[in-house]
Structure formats: C-alpha cells, structure tokens
Nanobody, 122 residues
C-alpha cells in the first residue's frame, strides 16, 4: 500500500521559516515525482512545487519561487520543502502528492498525503 507521511507544519510568525517533509513508501519505481500543493480555507488546491526523483529537476510556482526550496533524499524517498520569509497568505493545509507515470507514460498514478497545517501569524 502506497503511503505518504507529511510532517513539519505548525504556527510561525510572518518572516519565519518552516521545513516540511514528505516520505513515501509502499511502491517500487525509479521514475516518479513528488509535488507539494496547498489549500487555503475557501480556496482551491494550488500546486506550488515539484521535483523529479529520477533526474532532480524541479519547478516552483511564481507565488513561492523566491522563498521556497524543494529538495529530495532518494535513499529515504523523502522530499523537503524549505519555506522562508513566510507570509500570512501562505497559511494553508499543505499536501504532498506522489506521481508515478504509467508504463507507457500516458498518465500518472497519483497518491496524496493527509496534509499538514501551516499557519503564519501577522
């Protein structure tokens, strides 16, 4: 059974930092990616960062590009999201998603973590 476990959320003051972790288990693949999404109250889920475990390429959304850094530990199947200069508008539940391409690559099999709350006070 594929599982994703997130940790690292919490309450922080504006300008502070947090590091989120997401550890994936229960699968076997060398070609996969993990992405971070967030969902603020009353809003849709927003993709903010992703990284490939096969070649390390990554991408950040414009809203977080200068402040958030994604990294990975292949041996631990873990991805980290270092969040600096946090703002009240970063307050949301943060989710990680494991994306495993299908054999022919036409779609991805996606698995979600349970989410971790990040609250930034002003």
């Amino acid at each position: 059974e594929v599982q994703l476990v997130e940790s690292g959320g919490g309450l922080v003051q504006a300008g502070g930092s947090l590091r989120l972790s997401c550890t994936a288990s229960g699968f076997s693949s060398d070609d996969y990616a993990i992405a971070w999404f967030r969902q603020a109250p009353g809003q849709g889920r927003e993709g903010i960062s992703c990284i490939s475990f096969s070649d390390g390429t990554s991408e950040n959304a414009d809203s977080v590009k200068a402040r958030f850094t994604i990294s990975r530990d292949n041996d631990k199947n873990t991805v980290y999201l270092q969040m600096n200069s946090l703002k009240p508008e970063d307050t949301a539940v943060y989710y990680c998603k494991l994306e495993i391409p299908s054999i022919a690559g036409y779609w991805t099999n996606d698995y979600w973590g349970q989410g971790t709350q990040v609250t930034v006070s002003s």
